[in-house]
């Protein structure tokens, strides 16, 4: 069965460290997002891609890069932790074509501490 | 700002009982509204998709209704159980880009 997966699920880091979440989707989706979930907030759009090579920056994008180098994965990086991106991270993907609407299909999250 | 607004407070109800959330929004016109529910430590799953020229959907126990001039969607459970527990959440969605907006969610508890 076609999925999105996640990893790692856990990852406790230092201030001022690289980090890299991985996200895999084996549904051949183009759209793939990047969102994270705070207590009190909604899912918030951090970066999201329309197919390879394409990235676009979303709500909270300050701090956070991705790169698309194929269909099937989208890397999110923090560049240097802060204790304010301590949070659950989301990836989902669809396949939003035309006029038809833009169902996602999410991972089951990445828990990231910031110390 | 677009903004969409669901109940913070948790919502208790007792099982066999209809359960209805409440989904508002402001500064958006939405050619869809979605509902997902999510279980703690999911990621969330979509259950229904109504589209604006639409008033009403069903899907078995579940019911959407989309008041496009209340900017307004419900969101019911009918002869709720206890497995129907969980956090839901409405989402936006315009025709033209791919974005979707998410509300915060509304906890749901369900006592047998």
């Known amino acids: 069965d076609a999925e999105i997966t996640q990893s790692p699920r856990h990852k406790i880091t230092e201030t001022g460290r690289q980090v890299t979440l991985a996200c895999h989707q084996t549904w051949n989706h183009n759209n793939m997002f990047w969102y994270r979930q705070d207590l009190g907030h909604g899912l918030r759009l951090i970066h999201y891609s329309y197919g390879v090579q394409d990235t676009n920056k979303g709500e909270v994008s300050d701090g956070y890069s991705v790169s698309r180098s194929n269909t099937e994965d989208l890397p999110l990086t923090l560049e240097s932790a802060a204790s304010s991106q301590t949070s659950v991270y989301f990836c989902?993907?669809?396949?939003?074509?035309?006029?038809?609407?833009?169902?996602?299909?999410f991972g089951p999250g990445t828990r990231l501490t910031v110390l | 700002s677009q903004k969409i607004e669901q109940n913070s407070e948790a919502l208790n109800i007792q099982e066999g009982k209809t359960a209805t959330l409440t989904c508002n929004y402001t500064?958006?016109?939405?050619?869809?509204l979605q509902w997902y529910r999510q279980d703690p430590g999911r990621g969330p799953v979509f259950l229904l998709l109504?589209?604006?020229?639409?008033k009403e959907k069903r899907k078995e126990r579940l019911k959407v209704t989309f008041d496009t001039t209340l900017k307004q969607s419900l969101f019911h459970i009918t002869a709720s159980q206890p497995a129907d527990s969980a956090t839901y959440l409405c989402a936006l969605g315009d025709g033209g880009g791919f974005k979707t907006i998410f509300g915060a969610g509304t906890r749901l508890f369900v006592k047998a």
């Open positions: 109504i589209r604006e020229n639409e």
């Open positions: 500064n958006y016109s939405p050619a869809y």
């Open positions: 989902a993907s669809s396949d939003r074509s035309g006029g038809a609407a833009d169902t996602q299909y």
